[in-house]
């Protein structure tokens, strides 16, 4: 008798302990982390050549990330009041051609056709459904 329950006690504990391991766990999933790095640009004949950049500090676990680049606004006098986003029509997108990759990117635009400043962010497309953004920064462009 005692070597029966035993048994049974040992069957239930399996089945237990298997039963009980085998739950459907959600996986955390994290956005993209991307920051606006310093623009630079030099004044050459028939225009400027700007370089931009941005920085991944994390690309997201579970995430796809489409598309990422600078938006910016070009302005003369004030800054700009509108957002930067990809609702607002003004906001100009250069995306970048690079795969993205944890640290810093660089994107490089030749005879950059605008005058007086900039006013601009990073963007990243994450899985085509939604934009993370990082922190708006102005620039002045050289003469």
Same mark, same amino acid.
Request: aromatic content about 12%; hydrophobic content about 40%; proline content about 6%.
């Given at each position: 008798?005692?070597?029966? +329950? !035993?048994?049974?006690? !040992? #069957? @239930?504990?399996? %089945?237990?302990?298997?039963? @009980?391991?085998? $739950?459907?766990?959600?996986? &955390?999933?994290?956005?993209?982390? =991307?920051?606006?790095?310093?623009?630079?640009?030099?004044?050459?004949?028939?225009? =400027?050549?700007?370089? #931009?950049? $941005?920085? #991944?500090?994390? +690309?997201?676990?579970?995430?796809?990330?489409?598309? *990422?680049?600078?938006?910016?606004?070009?302005?003369?006098?004030? @800054? &700009?009041?509108? /957002? =930067?986003?990809? /609702?607002? &029509?003004?906001?100009?997108?250069?995306? %970048?051609?690079?795969?993205?990759? !944890?640290?810093? +990117?660089?994107?490089?635009?030749?005879? #950059? &056709?605008?005058?007086?400043?900039?006013?601009?962010?990073?963007?990243?497309?994450?899985?085509?459904? *939604?934009?993370?953004?990082?922190?708006?920064?102005? *620039? =002045? @462009?050289?003469?």
């Amino acid at each position: 008798m005692t070597r029966n +329950l !035993l048994h049974i006690c !040992l #069957f @239930l504990m399996a %089945f237990s302990i298997i039963t @009980l391991s085998c $739950v459907d766990h959600d996986i &955390p999933s994290e956005d993209p982390v =991307i920051e606006t790095g310093n623009a630079s640009g030099v004044s050459v004949p028939g225009g =400027i050549d700007m370089n #931009f950049r $941005v920085s #991944f500090k994390n +690309l997201g676990s579970g995430k796809v990330i489409t598309q *990422y680049g600078i938006a910016y606004i070009p302005y003369t006098t004030d @800054l &700009p009041k509108d /957002d =930067i986003t990809f /609702d607002n &029509p003004e906001a100009i997108f250069e995306a %970048f051609t690079a795969p993205a990759i !944890l640290g810093e +990117l660089t994107h490089s635009q030749a005879n #950059f &056709p605008h005058k007086g400043a900039i006013y601009y962010r990073a963007y990243a497309s994450v899985n085509d459904q *939604y934009i993370v953004y990082g922190e708006k920064k102005s *620039y =002045i @462009l050289p003469q």
